[in-house]
C-alpha cells in the first residue's frame, strides 16, 4: 500500500482556543466556545455565535504588522494559524513552497465596514473594498510568509478547507509540489449571520448536532492549516499523521439543501475509501459534518448508513465546541481528527439527548479513549460540495 502524505505541522485558532493546545484542552474538558457577539457589531445580539474574543488590532500586533496594514480579520486569524503550523514543521518557505486557502467570507468584513465610505466617494480606504475577493485574503497570508510559488484559492462553500486539503495532497502525491501549506480561514461578518438568519437555519440556543431536537447551527469563525511534505523531504521530521484518502462528490440536489439520501456524502465517502484503500470496517472514528440543521444531519445520517450498514463506528460532531466556521470547518476539524489520532480519543458530541427518529445513531457524548488508526472526516458544502478525508496514524 502507498504511504499516505505526510502531515508535518499543524495551526488552528478558534472559540476554543488561539493555538493547537488550547484547543485540544477545550476538547477533552468539554468547553465550549459558543457565545454572543461581541467582536461583531450586530444587532443579533441574541444568537449564539462561536467568535473569537480578540480585536483585530490585537491580532494585527500578534503578527507585528504595520498599523496602516491592509490584512482583513480572516487573513489575520488564517496567518496566525498558518505561523503556528509552519513553527511546529520547522519548515523553510521556498520556492517549491505551496499555499492553498479555502475561504467563503473571504474580506467580506473589511467590505462591510468601509462601503458606505467607499459610495460616498471617499478613497481613503479602497484597498478594503477589492477585499470583498476571497483570493484578497489568501494573498495576503502568503505575502506575510514570502510564499512566491504555487498559491491558489478554494471557494466551495462550507468543504473549502477540506478541498484545499485534498488538492495539496492530490498534488504532493503527483509530484507537482514537494510541500504545501493548506487549510482555511473565516471570520464572522454581518453578511453571513443575517444571511443565515434568512434561511432559518440558525438556532437560538447551543447547537444540539444529531439531536432530534436540534433547532439550528451556531456560526462560528476560525482558521486552522496542516503542512504536507513529500516522504523524500520529511528527513526524520516527527510525522503527526498522513492524509491517506479524499473524495469529493456533489449531489447537485439544490443550492442550500443535501439530497435526503445523502447522495453526493455517500459518494464523497465511497471515494475517500477507495483511494485509501481501505474498507468501512477500518474506521476508528467518525468527525461528522454534523452542522444540527434538520437537513444536513438527517442527511448525513442516511449516508452514514449507506456506507457503514449496521457497523457505524463511534462518532460526534465538534461544531458544538467552535460553532460552524464555514470555509474553516474542514481544516479546522482536520486538527482535531489529526489530534484525535496522536492523543486515541473520540472528542464529545456536546448537547446530545434524543436520537433522531429517523435512524435511531447516538453519538459519543463523553470523551472516550480507544486506539485509533483511522479517522474519517466529514465536510459538506452549500452547492451540494461534500468531501471526505481520511488520515492515519501511520499512513498504512
Known amino acids: 500500500m502507498i504511504k499516505g502524505v505526510a502531515v508535518t505541522g499543524m495551526g488552528i485558532i478558534s472559540a476554543i482556543g488561539n493555538n493547537t493546545a488550547a484547543n485540544y484542552n477545550s476538547l477533552i474538558s468539554g468547553k465550549h466556545g459558543i457565545s454572543t457577539p461581541e467582536v461583531l457589531k450586530t444587532i443579533h445580539k441574541h ?31 488564517g496567518a496566525l494559524a498558518v505561523k503556528e ?20 467570507v473571504g474580506g467580506m468584513d473589511a467590505t462591510e465596514t468601509y462601503f458606505k465610505d467607499f459610495l460616498e466617494g471617499n478613497i481613503e480606504h479602497n484597498r478594503y473594498i477589492r477585499a470583498q475577493h476571497p483570493g484578497f485574503t489568501t494573498e495576503k497570508i502568503a505575502e506575510y510568509f514570502e510564499v512566491n510559488g504555487f498559491v491558489s484559492t478554494i471557494s466551495t462553500a462550507c468543504s473549502s478547507g477540506a478541498n484545499a486539503i485534498m488538492l495539496g495532497a492530490r498534488m504532493i502525491k503527483t509530484g507537482k509540489l514537494k510541500r504545501v501549506i493548506v487549510g482555511g480561514t473565516d471570520c464572522l461578518t454581518k453578511f453571513t449571520l443575517n444571511g443565515f438568519n434568512s434561511l432559518m ?52 440536489f439544490h443550492q442550500t439543501a443535501s439530497s435526503e439520501n445523502g447522495e453526493g456524502a455517500f459518494l464523497a465517502m465511497q471515494k475517500a475509501l477507495k483511494i485509501a484503500g481501505i474498507s468501512a470496517e477500518k474506521i476508528d472514528y467518525i468527525n461528522a459534518h454534523g452542522t444540527a440543521t434538520k437537513n444536513n444531519d438527517k442527511a448525513e445520517s442516511a449516508a452514514l448508513e449507506r456506507i457503514f450498514s449496521n457497523k457505524l463506528p463511534d462518532f460526534s460532531s465538534t461544531k458544538a465546541f467552535t460553532g460552524h466556521t464555514l470555509a474553516a470547518a474542514g481544516a479546522l476539524e482536520a486538527v482535531y481528527s489529526l489530534v484525535a489520532i496522536q492523543n486515541e480519543q473520540v472528542f464529545p458530541n456536546l448537547n446530545f439527548s434524543n436520537p433522531m427518529l429517523n435512524s435511531g445513531f447516538i453519538p459519543v457524548t463523553n470523551l472516550k479513549e480507544k486506539p485509533i488508526n483511522y479517522v474519517l472526516s466529514n465536510s459538506f458544502g452549500f452547492g451540494g460540495n461534500c468531501t471526505s478525508l481520511i488520515f492515519s496514524k501511520n499512513g498504512e
Open 201 to 252: 437555519i440558525l438556532s437560538n440556543e447551543q447547537c444540539k448536532p444529531f439531536d432530534e431536537n436540534r433547532k439550528g447551527l451556531n456560526l462560528g469563525e476560525g482558521a486552522a492549516y496542516l503542512v504536507l511534505e513529500a516522504e523524500e523531504e520529511i528527513n526524520g521530521k516527527p510525522v503527526l499523521g498522513r492524509i491517506l484518502g479524499y473524495g469529493n462528490a456533489n449531489d447537485a
Open 47 to 77: 444568537l449564539p455565535v462561536g467568535e473569537i474574543k480578540i480585536s483585530n488590532q490585537s491580532l494585527a500586533q500578534n503578527l507585528n504588522l504595520p498599523e496602516n496594514h491592509s490584512y482583513t480579520r480572516a487573513a489575520l486569524l
Open 85 to 104: 503550523a509552519i513553527f511546529q514543521a520547522n519548515l523553510k518557505v521556498d520556492g517549491e513552497t505551496g499555499f492553498i486557502s479555502g475561504t467563503s
